[in-house]
């Protein structure tokens, strides 16, 4: 069964620090999304991609934070200089459409910035 | 606003035991509410969309109902492989993206 995937599992890096955190889709589906979870806490929408351009993004996708669709397959979030608030698991989902259509959820990149 | 709230945050029940946990959302043009489980540690996983009020959905021990401002999922007769997080999700009309609860805390005990 088709699946998203994501790496790496687990990324510790310093504050100020440039991360990249990747992702590959579901091979025929056609919107992108990005979602964040600090411990505890519900999940967040961060940024949607489809046709390659964002379509959509939430108040925490600042210019700190970038998507791009570098070849047929990945898709990946750049953080430019992190801080210790972005500490988070960070979840890649894809869906085949828009619309009314269930999102499918990668295993998610836990980010650690010290 | 558009907001969702789960309830019980948490919920012991023993093996066997039936219950429900509650959605219960406001949002402006509702186009899908949706339910998934997620286990400590992983992304969520999807279990069911429902679309319209009235609509149910069934998998295994687990039904799906949908009103016009709350979702409840219904456990029949848990096994402990059961326990985890369960998510609820709406998405509006305008838009894609998903804006979730924070979860009910199932813990199925033997």
């Known amino acids: 069964e088709p699946e998203v995937t994501q790496t790496p599992s687990h990324q510790v890096t310093q504050m100020g620090q440039e991360v990249i955190l990747r992702c590959v889709p579901i091979s025929n589906h056609l919107y992108f999304y990005w979602y964040r979870q600090i411990l505890g806490q519900k999940v967040e929408f961060l940024v949607s991609f489809y046709n390659n351009e964002i379509s959509e993004k939430s108040e925490i996708f600042d210019d700190q934070f970038s998507v791009e669709r570098p070849d047929g397959s990945n898709f990946t979030l750049k953080i430019r200089s992190t801080k210790l608030e972005d500490s988070a698991m960070y979840f890649c989902?894809?869906?085949?459409?828009?619309?009314?259509?269930?999102?499918?959820f990668g295993p998610g990149t836990r980010l650690t910035v010290t | 606003e558009d907001q969702v709230t789960q309830s019980p945050e948490a919920l012991r029940l023993q093996e066997g035991e039936s219950s429900s946990l509650n959605c219960s959302y406001t949002?402006?043009?509702?186009?899908?509410l949706f339910w998934y489980r997620q286990d400590p540690g992983k992304g969520p996983e999807f279990l069911f969309t429902l679309y319209s009020a009235g609509e149910e959905k069934e998998k295994e021990r687990l039904k799906a109902t949908l009103t016009k401002k709350e979702s409840f999922l219904h456990i029949t007769a848990p096994k402990p492989e059961d326990s985890a997080t369960y998510l609820c999700?709406?998405?509006?009309?305008?838009?894609?993206?998903?804006?979730f609860g924070t979860g009910t805390s199932l813990t199925v005990i033997p």
């Open positions: 989902a894809s869906s085949p459409d828009r619309g009314a259509y269930e999102q499918y």
């Open positions: 949002v402006s043009g509702l186009r899908g």
């Open positions: 999700a709406v998405q509006r009309y305008t838009g894609n993206q998903f804006y």
